[in-house]
T-cell receptor, first 111, second 116 residues
Framework: GENVGLHLPTLSVQEGDNSIINCAYS??????FIWYKQESGKGPQFIID?????DKRQGQRVTVLLNKTVKHLSLQIAATQPGDSAVYFC??????????FGSGTQLTVLP | KAGVTQTPRYLIKTRGQQVTLSCSPISGHRSVSWYQQTPGQGLQFLFEYFSETQRNKGNFPGRFSGRQFSNSRSEMNVSTLELGDSALYLC???????????????FGQGTRLTVV
């Protein structure tokens, strides 16, 4: 059969606004989570990670929040810039060290 | 520090042929993982190598194989190529943390394989 392309969730924000990208993960045994940014034609680029013994971690302009109760992860980008336009993936890693990726969110920053 | 290097960047092959892709991890990283990225299936794990041994494998047919050399460089091979194997193949290297603790995986630019 014909492959149907994944319908990526999309998020459009005005330049300078804050962005929030959400992700639901599947495995309650996962103990490590990573957010990646992927620009067209490039490999995924590490943004920030968080371990399951934490619920919040901050980086430069980015914050990751982890809610283990509902298996939810979010990425907050402050003062979004045009260079932030990309597809953002969350990934979970379990004790087997295998990364499982979400389907991704397309972030578009409007001028 | 040099990043993860994948060669070649682009490749066109015919159905039925076989292909070998190469990945050089970040210096000092001993774990190398391979992923397939397609519009239809997203990013899917193929396998992971550590110290020349495959220690994790995803749900792909036996046509997909790999190996790792003593210098941690890795290759993946796909035999009897099918049209559906057209994808971006990504390699990620990881430094194994203290006590085997998970650390971040760094990706290469990928090899874009087109099967015609």
């Amino acid at each position: 059969g014909e492959n149907v392309g994944l319908h990526l969730p999309t998020l459009s924000v005005q330049e300078g606004d804050n962005s929030i990208i959400n992700c639901a993960y599947s495995n309650s045994a996962s103990d490590y989570f990573i957010w990646y940014k992927q620009e067209s034609g490039k490999g995924p680029q590490f943004i920030i990670d968080i371990r399951s013994n934490m619920d919040k971690r901050q980086g430069q302009r980015v914050t990751v929040l982890l809610n283990k109760t509902v298996k939810h992860l979010s990425l907050q980008i402050a003062a979004t810039q045009p260079g932030d336009s990309a597809v953002y993936f969350c990934a979970e890693k379990n004790s087997a060290r295998q990364l499982t990726f979400g389907s991704g969110t397309q972030l578009t920053v409007l001028p | 520090k040099a990043g993860v290097t994948q060669t070649p960047r682009y490749l066109i092959k015919t159905r039925g042929q076989q292909v070998t892709l190469s990945c050089s991890p970040i210096s000092g990283h001993r774990s190398v993982s391979w992923y397939q990225q397609t519009p239809g299936q997203g990013l899917q794990f193929l396998f992971e190598y550590f110290s020349e041994t495959q220690r994790n494998k995803g749900n792909f047919p036996g046509r997909f194989s790999g190996r790792q050399f003593s210098n941690s460089r890795s290759e993946m091979n796909v035999s009897t190529l099918e049209l559906g194997d057209s994808a971006l193949y990504l390699c990620a290297s990881t430094a194994v943390g203290t006590g085997g603790m998970n650390t971040e995986a760094f990706f290469g630019q990928g090899t874009r394989l087109t099967v015609v």
